[in-house]
């Protein structure tokens, strides 16, 4: 009986033994929870958060230029959102390879709500720099600065809403009636601020020149370079802002005469513009350096620069304009 009470005895202690070691084991496993998002204005932005298009080389005819085709790639947006909405601006911080777009993308608002909120934007989009601030709207619409004379019903009106719209926003913290005070901030959402066609400074005097005449071009514009989109079309942006590595080679779109090489003092830094003698002109801007010169005739593929980061420009990226008869085109409606 001793020996059987014995056993008894060691098994327990061994069941018990087996469960405390769970317990302690358990408790030790380390939390892979995940914590809760937390807005951060002046945090790098994720290299994943590139626009959906990535460009890459294809095959070209043996008496053609190399050509560049266009392949569309499956990409899902991933947008940072505050865990609880905001409910006023925000600074951000301009980081290295920003624009309005990725910025807008980063807040879940529209490129135009960045634009509004930022006078300097308004004049031209494309030119940011790095550590330059921002004021970010809480929603989309537009960000309205109270001016002597100011109602509700005034800037309903300018933007396009109802005052239902504009009082029915807490945070406003309006009333209808409300007597408004010069320099309060309201957030106008889903409105829209009337277009202004920006002013455009010319570059510094005695680089362009006449092209003459030129009928050479083909009418068929060719990417410039490979790379991926950072900033596509948009309402202040009637350009494509395509990144790649320092030092990229830069084609010519298309055959053309050289009217501007050199350092274009609007920001852009350096930048070479083609005549293609039927209407059309393309800009290449934000070059690491140019390797023609005004005067120049260009064939369609000829390297013309490097990619770089001249000017105002957050990093090296091609800055590239189609304009046919004085105006800014969008670029997709003309490229393969």
Excluded: C
């Excluded at 294809?58 to 940072?80: H, K, M, N, Q």
């Excluded at 608002?109 to 300097?120: D, F, G, S, Y």
Aim: no cysteine; net charge positive; hydrophobic share 40%.
């Amino acid at each position: 009986m001793a020996r059987i009470t014995g056993h008894a005895t060691l098994l327990i202690l061994i069941v018990a033994g087996y469960f405390v070691g769970q317990v302690q084991w358990q408790e030790r496993l380390p939390d892979f929870s995940l914590p809760p998002l937390v807005l951060r204005p002046t945090r790098n932005i994720d290299p994943a958060l590139r626009p959906p298009m990535m460009l890459s080389p294809g095959v070209a005819a043996a008496d053609e230029p190399p050509a560049v085709r266009v392949e569309v790639v499956p990409w899902t947006t991933v947008v940072e959102r505050p865990a609880v909405a905001r409910t006023e601006p925000v600074i951000y911080v301009v980081q290295p390879g920003d624009n309005p777009s990725l910025i807008a993308a980063r807040f879940g608002l529209k490129p135009e709500t960045i634009v509004w909120a930022n006078a300097e934007l308004e004049r031209n989009p494309d030119l940011l720099s790095v550590g330059q601030e921002l004021i970010i709207p809480p929603v989309d619409g537009v960000l309205h600065t109270v001016k002597k004379g100011d109602t509700l019903e005034s800037i309903a009106k300018k933007y396009k809403v109802s005052v239902e719209a504009i009082v029915g926003y807490e945070p406003n913290g309006l009333t209808p009636g409300a007597q408004l005070v010069e320099g309060q901030k309201i957030m106008v959402p889903g409105g829209k601020k009337p277009y202004v066609a920006p002013v455009v400074r010319a570059p510094a005097p005695g680089r362009w020149v006449n092209p003459g005449k030129f009928d050479g071009a083909s009418g068929a514009f060719m990417w410039p370079i490979t790379g991926r989109i950072t900033q596509g079309v948009h309402r202040y942006h009637m350009a494509l802002d395509i990144a790649n590595a320092m030092g990229t080679p830069i084609a010519a779109s298309d055959a053309g005469v050289v009217i501007f090489a050199g350092w274009d003092n609007t920001g852009y830094g350096y930048s070479v513009v083609i005549d293609h003698g039927n209407g059309f002109r393309t800009r290449y801007a934000h070059m690491s350096y140019y390797l023609v010169q005004a005067g120049d005739k260009v064939n369609k593929g000829d390297i013309i620069g490097k990619v770089g980061s001249t000017g105002r420009s957050t990093g090296p990226h091609l800055h590239f304009e189609i304009i046919y008869q004085g105006v800014r085109r969008n670029p997709y409606n003309f490229l393969p």
